[in-house]
């Protein structure tokens, strides 16, 4: 007889208070080829997957389960697998497979994959005891420095933060604003003080913001004031297009504004003069590559962030979403 675990999967995707997310039993699932089966000891929530469940992000398969941001150890590897083994420390990340052939894979732009598959979307995520990712797509995490569940919001929050630093085109020392609030502003913000940018943090909590300044940050502010110093680039992390507008109009001339998610509110008339004229530019960040994320895990452990999260048990991950949407949660919510 298979063996049996809990998890949670969206059954009908709607407000948190109609109970999108169930609570139910299933098979333990069999890693397929060149798959490895994990066995969740850890799985931050992300704000991807309170858009998946409220149906902002439109699920791509019934009954799918979330999350994305998991570790793991390994328990069992599918055939033809190679350089994994059991027992070993394993991540599983949002970016599940990629086709290899496109257009954009070939230029090694794998996160625009025009047939990209993702964990907790198009395939069953760790919102559960147990789950699979293809072998090459899973993360080896470092062993030691960080929990299991300290670790966990680094493989989205952190790769992601990673990436829109690169895109930003930060030059050494120079202004960077970071807008929003959570555990991948504090990730974003431990990364670029250690890359000597001059980081200013604009967050409605002022708790959001007295930690800012602890970890490095030169000033700290609500989202609605303007810097002190004109801002050479700007990474927008909340899913709220008011804030473009208000964010180019802090940056200097031929700055770089970089907005970070997967879904935004709609964005407000932009007046040319004002937020795009002087060579101002506008990027978005979609997903990552895995050198992103090898590149971001080898700084992480050798240079040790500071990772605040809050543990729910996994029969709790219903009201661990509902206190993530309220913002009654101090750092990452985990599930662990």
């Known amino acids: 007889m298979p063996r049996r675990m809990m998890a949670w999967e969206v059954a009908a995707p709607g407000p948190l208070d109609t109970g999108p997310l169930v609570l139910v039993g299933r098979p333990v699932p069999e890693p397929g080829p060149n798959e490895l089966l994990i066995r969740i000891t850890a799985c931050a929530m992300c704000r991807i997957d309170l858009h998946l469940v409220q149906g902002d992000l439109p699920p791509r398969r019934p009954g799918v389960v979330p999350g994305h941001e998991a570790v793991g150890r390994v328990e069992a590897v599918g055939a033809d697998v190679l350089l994994w083994e059991v027992g070993q420390r394993a991540g599983i990340p949002w970016l599940r497979r990629t086709c290899g ?43 030691e420095g960080y929990t299991d569940a300290e670790l966990a919001p680094l493989l989205c929050g952190g790769i992601t933060a990673w990436r829109a630093r690169a895109l930003a085109q930060m030059p050494m020392g120079g202004r960077l604003g970071i807008y929003g609030y959570g555990t991948a502003v504090q990730l974003a913000a431990q990364v670029a003080v250690r890359q000597t940018d001059r ?52 940056l200097e001339r031929a700055g770089t504004l970089v907005i970070v998610g997967v879904h935004l509110s709609d964005l407000p008339a932009l007046r040319y003069a004002e937020h795009l004229y002087f060579e101002r ?41 509902a206190d993530f949407a309220a913002d009654r949660v101090s750092g990452a919510a985990v599930l662990a």
């Open 101 to 143: 052939v496109c257009r954009y894979c070939e230029r090694g732009a794998e996160n625009l994959c025009l047939n990209a598959e993702f964990t907790g979307w198009d395939a069953d995520g760790a919102f559960a005891e147990y789950a699979t990712v293809p072998a090459v797509y899973a993360y080896r995490m470092p062993e």
């Open 281 to 321: 530019t506008v990027r978005s960040v979609t997903s990552n590559t895995r050198r992103d994320g090898q590149d971001f895990l080898a700084h992480a452990a050798a240079f040790p962030l500071r990772v605040a999260v809050t543990p729910y048990r996994l029969d709790q991950a219903d009201r661990a979403l």
């Open 199 to 250: 980081v200013h943090v604009f967050s409605p909590s002022a708790s959001e913001r007295q930690l800012a300044l602890d970890l490095g940050a030169v000033w700290a502010g609500d989202p609605a004031e303007q810097p002190p110093e004109p801002l050479r680039a700007a990474m927008v992390f909340a899913p709220a297009g008011d804030l473009v507008p208000v964010a180019l109009s802090a």
